[in-house]
T-cell receptor
Framework: GAGVSQTPSNKVTEKGKYVELRCDPI?????LYWYRQSLGQGPEFLIY????????DSGLPNDRFFAVRPEGSVSTLKIQRTERGDSAVYLC????????????????FGQGTRLTVV | QQQVKQSPQSLIVQKGGISIINCAYE??????FPWYQQFPGKGPALLIA?????SEKKEGRFTISFNKSAKQFSLHIMDSQPGDSATYFC??????????????FGTGTRLAVRP
């Protein structure tokens, strides 16, 4: 596709349920990031993939959150036993492979998935 | 710990005026400072970015001013237009192999440009 695609756009779930959020990055982009944006706040980093592996998962808030990228393209963010505090917009971004200092590559963001836990 | 502080929280400017948004950072290891623009229901989009080896970067009506010693940087929007009405985020990253371009964002500034 032309841009980063995230599905679903909106997800309403009951407290305690399991949810999966999908991100389809720009073709050829090997770097993929997940961020969480709470109302009125800036995005907060969750996890970074370079290819299939999670290179940095330091932003995942607890072990209820998990993300995979099995084939180095599509990624799924999984949240177990959802809590009302998990309600936020979950953003995915992708970029070309980061190759070294000074070689910043622009991160392109999807429109996000708005998760509401009731 | 909020590593990037942004102000003001909201800003109202008349059409044709100058919009100024300020950010301050704490981590001196940061070496890349982008600004993002976000419209309602959309993801952030890169507007302009600067590295600490220069003090200013201009692209069209948008200028970043960077003060390394003060650990501050700002976005100036000249000749502000109603179409510029959006939320603006400053961000910072420390480039390293293990985290790529992991971004730390400010809290955002909601800009409204009045006709």
């Amino acid at each position: 596709g032309a841009g980063v695609s995230q599905t679903p756009s909106n997800k309403v779930t009951e407290k305690g349920k399991y949810v999966e959020l999908r991100c389809d990055p720009i073709s050829g982009h090997t770097a993929l990031y997940w961020y969480r944006q709470s109302l009125g706040q800036g995005p907060e980093f969750l996890i970074y993939f370079q290819g299939t592996g999670a290179a940095d998962d330091s932003g995942l808030p607890n072990d209820r959150f998990f993300a995979v990228r099995p084939e180095g393209s599509v990624s799924t963010l999984k949240i177990q036993r959802t809590e009302r505090g998990d309600s936020a917009v979950y953003l995915c971004a992708s970029s070309l492979r980061w190759t070294g200092p000074g070689m910043n590559t622009e991160a392109f963001f999807g429109q996000g998935t708005r998760l509401t836990v009731v | 710990q909020q590593q990037v502080k942004q102000s003001p929280q909201s800003l109202i400017v008349q059409k044709g005026g100058i919009s100024i948004i300020n950010c301050a950072y704490e981590n001196t290891a940061f070496d890349y400072f982008p600004w993002y623009q976000q419209f309602p229901g959309k993801g952030p989009a890169l507007l302009i970015a600067i590295r600490p080896d220069v003090s200013e970067k201009k692209e069209g009506r948008f200028t970043i001013s960077f003060n390394k010693s003060a650990k501050q940087f700002s976005l100036h929007i000249m000749d502000s237009q109603p179409g510029d009405s959006a939320t603006y985020f400053c961000a910072a990253s420390r480039e390293k192999k293990s985290s790529g371009d992991k971004l730390t964002f400010g809290t955002g500034t909601r800009l409204a440009v009045r006709p």
